[in-house]
């Protein structure tokens, strides 16, 4: 893994994406982010370390995840859709990529404790399993809503070890589970690092998180050039924070070629205002730390997200994200509940693959923008999508919604 | 009086400064107003006004349960301003303690506009740092706010220095590594950091460390040239029964805590 960054998008100076990123922290976490971005960046130019980052990734997390021609989604889609295996890895999801950098980083810092928060869970049993491995102690903070929605992932968690707080204050969703471990980290942080699992919150923690999921697109790139022979004509991801997005989006940044498709959480739809869409439904703003996108009303005061995947519904989104879509040269858009959760049975129908919710909003993306694509190339699109996480903690919100296990068929459409 | 008045006032007394903390619109406009001009008749020589946030990662349980039953209530930024006024018109300095995201929505500017013409001494941002604070040096040069930052026992050196030249009216030293809230034993890391802080500024030095009665405001005072203290105050009105009870305890606190600052040991 490489350090060099991109210069369209490289931080300007301290963490900052155009106007966007920076620290927006206590002071008194001030010491601990610089401690943190040293030895990142000691780290990252260390052989040893990344050798042992990339021997974990391969051995422990199953890297690199398939590049899949999955033909008969295609069909019904309008596109030749390639997809990224990020569900195939230890733990279902992407996640672990950041968190195995992260835990390798604290024990070089010399702590012994983890804190993390968790929308889904995919992200708090990524850093349970870490933490299990590196034999560090580890408190995950989860809105008290979505450990009744993901109750699969708070027990998985609890099996690995890990100590799991129900938050219940304000909307007890992801939001208030970060608020809650911030609050921790400033009195612990002498001996516990803060392992954010997304590229949101203060420097370095956007950039770093990023690098540490840049292996997606890495991985993409190389595989579809063996493919194909040649780079595809559009990558999409789903985007509630944006780790899996921009792990995926940054390799192809420079090839222009290349369209970009963020998809955000547009839950009941972006005109109501049960969305999770920071940027197509929100403004600037500060939250968690940085400047970026928010769902905010008049006062600067963060209005609730909705989205009926929990690791989506967040009301910010990463500062990288924020400048990307300033610039240009990746275009976000709300895909809602309905249109993800057709998508998801349509993968399931197809393909025999069982998607999380989260990942379920790229591929809906996909539907949308597939006849432009063909319009303006002139013939079938290939898109890679971002598989980012697999399914299986989402069946209860699966089969409730498509009514699956109650007495009458559950063949509905 | 302006804040560098009070604090020389107080020195020239050989007592400490006593700031006190309450959120807007907790638990309604009217109340807090009230509450603040309690505040001031007991013995507060400057009161900051907390301007109510959704997200207030550096409070503990007792500010949080506070502002959010303000922004229930529908308290709103600029309620700020009446608070102000009455404090000013009460015979205290008012100052304004904000995350900085309700300020920057409000439009930096403007709200250092409005702060001043309200008669508001200046603004303490408890999560803007000096370096991200472009705007808000320069909004506040131009309506002459005093503008406060906070200095950590894990601050350092550099940063000490930093922090201090970006300050105007007072330093304020959060001298306990954690979110707000009362505690029955003092930091010890305060005294050291005060030492710091004051090797490198001429300006006074506002300590807060969860102070909660006049005994402790004490021994913070014979290091400290303003005590600063919060949770204790929100917790009087959040404990109260009834209204007049949560003012009666309010007012009792805040005598406590100004013979504290005059009895330094």
């Given at each position: 893994?490489?350090?060099?960054?991109?210069?369209?998008?490289?931080?300007?100076?301290?963490?900052?994406?155009?106007?966007?990123?920076?620290?927006?922290?206590p002071e008194?976490?001030?010491?601990?982010?610089?401690?943190?971005?040293?030895?990142?960046?000691?780290?990252?130019?260390?052989?040893?370390?990344?050798?042992?980052?990339?021997?974990?990734?391969?051995?422990?997390?199953?890297?690199?995840?398939?590049?899949?021609?999955?033909?008969?989604?295609?069909?019904?889609?309008?596109?030749?859709?390639?997809?990224?295996?990020?569900?195939?890895?230890?733990?279902?999801?992407?996640?672990?990529?950041?968190?195995?950098?992260?835990?390798?980083?604290?024990?070089?810092?010399?702590?012994?404790?983890?804190?993390?928060?968790?929308?889904?869970?995919?992200?708090?049993?990524?850093?349970?399993?870490?933490?299990?491995?590196?034999?560090?102690?580890?408190?995950?903070?989860?809105?008290?809503?979505?450990?009744?929605?993901?109750?699969?992932?708070?027990?998985?968690?609890?099996?690995?070890?890990?100590?799991?707080?129900?938050?219940?204050?304000?909307?007890?969703?992801?939001?208030?589970?970060?608020?809650?471990?911030?609050?921790?980290?400033?009195?612990?942080?002498?001996?516990?690092?803060?392992?954010?699992?997304?590229?949101?919150?203060?420097?370095?923690?956007?950039?770093?998180?990023?690098?540490?999921?840049?292996?997606?697109?890495?991985?993409?790139?190389?595989?579809?050039?063996?493919?194909?022979?040649?780079?595809?004509?559009?990558?999409?991801?789903?985007?509630?924070?944006?780790?899996?997005?921009?792990?995926?989006?940054?390799?192809?940044?420079?090839?222009?070629?290349?369209?970009?498709?963020?998809?955000?959480?547009?839950?009941?739809?972006?005109?109501?205002?049960?969305?999770?869409?920071?940027?197509?439904?929100?403004?600037?703003?500060?939250?968690?730390?940085?400047?970026?996108?928010?769902?905010?009303?008049?006062?600067?005061?963060?209005?609730?997200?909705?989205?009926?995947?929990?690791?989506?519904?967040?009301?910010?989104?990463?500062?990288?994200?924020?400048?990307?879509?300033?610039?240009?040269?990746?275009?976000?858009?709300?895909?809602?509940?309905?249109?993800?959760?057709?998508?998801?049975?349509?993968?399931?129908?197809?393909?025999?693959?069982?998607?999380?919710?989260?990942?379920?909003?790229?591929?809906?993306?996909?539907?949308?923008?597939?006849?432009?694509?063909?319009?303006?190339?002139?013939?079938?699109?290939?898109?890679?999508?971002?598989?980012?996480?697999?399914?299986?903690?989402?069946?209860?919100?699966?089969?409730?919604?498509?009514?699956?296990?109650?007495?009458?068929?559950?063949?509905?459409? | 009086?302006?804040v560098?008045?009070v604090f020389?006032?107080?020195?020239?007394?050989?007592?400490?400064a006593?700031i006190g903390y309450l959120p807007v619109?907790?638990?309604?406009?009217?109340?807090?107003?009230?509450?603040?001009?309690?505040?001031?008749?007991?013995?507060?020589d400057i009161v900051e006004v907390g301007v109510p946030y959704?997200?207030p990662?550096i409070d503990?349980?007792?500010i949080?349960?506070?502002?959010?039953?303000?922004?229930?209530?529908?308290?709103?930024?600029?309620?700020v301003?009446?608070a102000v006024?009455?404090i000013?018109?009460?015979?205290?300095t008012p100052m304004v303690m904000s995350y900085w995201?309700p300020i920057?929505?409000?439009?930096?500017?403007?709200f250092a506009?409005?702060l001043?013409?309200?008669?508001g001494a200046g603004l303490i941002t408890p999560d803007l740092l000096p370096?991200?604070a472009?705007?808000w040096i320069?909004?506040s040069?131009?309506?002459?706010l005093d503008r406060v930052f906070l200095v950590a026992?894990?601050?350092?050196?550099?940063?000490?220095?930093?922090t201090a030249?970006a300050c105007r009216g007072f330093v304020y030293a959060a001298?306990?590594?954690?979110?707000t809230?009362?505690?029955?034993?003092?930091?010890?890391?305060?005294?050291?950091?005060?030492?710091?802080?004051?090797?490198?500024?001429?300006l006074p030095v506002g300590v807060g460390?969860?102070?909660?009665?006049?005994?402790?405001?004490?021994?913070?005072?014979?290091?400290?040239?303003g005590v600063i203290v919060g949770?204790?105050?929100?917790?009087?009105?959040?404990?109260?029964?009834?209204?007049?009870?949560?003012?009666?305890?309010?007012?009792?606190?805040?005598?406590?805590?100004?013979?504290?600052?005059?009895?330094?040991?």
């Amino acid at each position: 893994m490489s350090t060099e960054t991109n210069t369209s998008t490289a931080p300007h100076s301290a963490g900052h994406f155009g106007r966007f990123g920076g620290r927006f922290v206590p002071e008194a976490l001030v010491a601990a982010l610089d401690e943190l971005t040293a030895v990142y960046t000691e780290a990252m130019a260390d052989v040893e370390f990344t050798d042992e980052l990339s021997r974990l990734l391969m051995q422990y997390a199953g890297r690199p995840s398939l590049l899949y021609d999955a033909r008969r989604l295609s069909v019904e889609l309008g596109a030749r859709v390639l997809l990224k295996r990020e569900d195939l890895n230890h733990t279902g999801a992407h996640k672990i990529n950041n968190v195995l950098g992260q835990a390798l980083l604290t024990r070089r810092m010399g702590k012994r404790r983890i804190i993390a928060e968790t929308g889904a869970g995919q992200h708090g049993v990524a850093a349970a399993t870490a933490a299990a491995l590196f034999d560090l102690e580890c408190t995950v903070y989860m809105g008290e809503l979505d450990t009744q929605r993901q109750a699969l992932n708070v027990a998985r968690m609890r099996l690995l070890g890990a100590t799991v707080v129900p938050v219940t204050t304000g909307s007890r969703t992801l939001k208030d589970a970060m608020n809650e471990a911030f609050r921790d980290w400033v009195s612990t942080v002498e001996h516990t690092h803060y392992v954010i699992g997304s590229v949101g919150g203060p420097h370095p923690f956007p950039t770093m998180v990023r690098d540490f999921q840049r292996v997606i697109g890495a991985e993409t790139r190389q595989q579809a050039q063996r493919l194909l022979g040649k780079l595809p004509d559009a990558v999409c991801a789903c985007v509630g924070g944006g780790s899996n997005a921009i792990g995926i989006f940054y390799d192809f940044l420079s090839d222009t070629d290349v369209a970009l498709y963020g998809f955000e959480a547009g839950g009941d739809g972006v005109n109501t205002r049960r969305h999770a869409a920071a940027i197509t439904g929100g403004s600037s703003g500060v939250l968690h730390g940085a400047r970026s996108f928010v769902l905010q009303d008049a006062d600067g005061q963060t209005r609730e997200s909705h989205s009926i995947s929990a690791g989506l519904d967040y009301p910010g989104i990463g500062p990288e994200h924020a400048w990307l879509h300033e610039t240009g040269r990746v275009r976000y858009e709300a895909v809602t509940d309905e249109q993800a959760m057709q998508a998801l049975q349509l993968l399931c129908r197809t393909e025999g693959i069982i998607p999380a919710i989260e990942s379920a909003h790229a591929l809906a993306g996909v539907r949308s923008i597939a006849p432009e694509l063909t319009l303006r190339l002139g013939r079938t699109p290939v898109v890679v999508v971002n598989l980012s996480g697999r399914g299986d903690k989402d069946m209860e919100t699966a089969a409730s919604w498509f009514n699956l296990v109650s007495e009458s068929p559950a063949d509905r459409p | 009086m302006s804040v560098r008045e009070v604090f020389a006032s107080a020195a020239a007394e050989h007592r400490s400064a006593l700031i006190g903390y309450l959120p807007v619109g907790f638990p309604n406009v009217a109340e807090s107003i009230a509450a603040m001009r309690t505040m001031v008749a007991a013995g507060a020589d400057i009161v900051e006004v907390g301007v109510p946030y959704s997200d207030p990662v550096i409070d503990g349980p007792t500010i949080q349960s506070a502002v959010e039953i303000a922004l229930r209530a529908g308290t709103r930024v600029r309620d700020v301003f009446a608070a102000v006024e009455a404090i000013a018109e009460a015979g205290a300095t008012p100052m304004v303690m904000s995350y900085w995201n309700p300020i920057e929505r409000y439009g930096v500017a403007e709200f250092a506009r409005a702060l001043s013409f309200s008669g508001g001494a200046g603004l303490i941002t408890p999560d803007l740092l000096p370096e991200e604070a472009t705007e808000w040096i320069a909004a506040s040069d131009k309506y002459q706010l005093d503008r406060v930052f906070l200095v950590a026992p894990s601050s350092t050196q550099a940063r000490l220095v930093s922090t201090a030249a970006a300050c105007r009216g007072f330093v304020y030293a959060a001298s306990v590594m954690g979110a707000t809230g009362a505690r029955d034993q003092l930091s010890n890391a305060a005294p050291a950091l005060a030492r710091r802080v004051r090797a490198v500024t001429d300006l006074p030095v506002g300590v807060g460390l969860g102070v909660s009665n006049g005994k402790q405001a004490a021994q913070v005072a014979s290091y400290a040239d303003g005590v600063i203290v919060g949770s204790a105050l929100v917790s009087c009105l959040l404990d109260a029964s009834d209204r007049d009870s949560g003012q009666q305890a309010l007012h009792e606190l805040v005598v406590d805590l100004a013979e504290g600052v005059r009895a330094r040991p």
